[in-house]
């Protein structure tokens, strides 16, 4: 299979990007694995704000932002396409895992939360954007 991404005309920070999929399995792993399941309840939030608005409202992309800047971790430009889409993905997830914990499916929570860490995990150690992998089948099933 030919491999498809979603590109757009804007270009970020993959520094950014990437200390943001870190936050991310960080918070995901407190959930699975301390009694913090609060901390769950806001990564929904934050993924639909850098989905939908290209991380501008984002507290922990505006952060992550701050941290690239003050620790002069430079710039490396890639394209935001495949970002957005990722972030969508992750509020699905997150979303799911947040209302399957709150219906008393533990569960179907913290396997939900687990293909969170390991996207995350492959995108914050090794930059590998699990969402392009993902795309063509979803791309395939709409045309």
Do not use: H
């Not at 694995?33 to 922990?60: E, H, N, V």
């Not at 090794?126 to 392009?132: D, L």
């Amino acid at each position: 299979m030919v491999e498809v991404c979603p590109v757009n005309e804007r270009q970020i920070n993959e520094n950014v990007t990437r200390l943001n999929a870190l936050v991310t399995f960080i918070v995901v792993t407190v959930f699975i694995f301390t009694p913090y399941k609060w901390i769950l309840f806001f990564l929904p939030l934050d993924f639909a704000l850098r989905a939908w608005f290209q991380g501008r409202f984002s507290p922990i992309g505006r952060m992550n932002n701050y941290l690239v800047r003050s620790l002069n971790l430079g710039e490396s430009l890639i394209n935001e396409g495949p970002k957005l889409f990722a972030a969508r993905i992750g509020l699905i997830l997150s979303a799911g895992a947040v209302i399957s914990f709150f219906a008393g499916l533990t569960v179907i929570a913290y396997v939900l939360g687990g293909f969170l860490v390991f996207f995350s995990f492959l995108e914050a150690v090794f930059g590998f954007c699990m969402a392009c992998k993902i795309y063509p089948f979803i791309y395939r099933s709409r045309v």
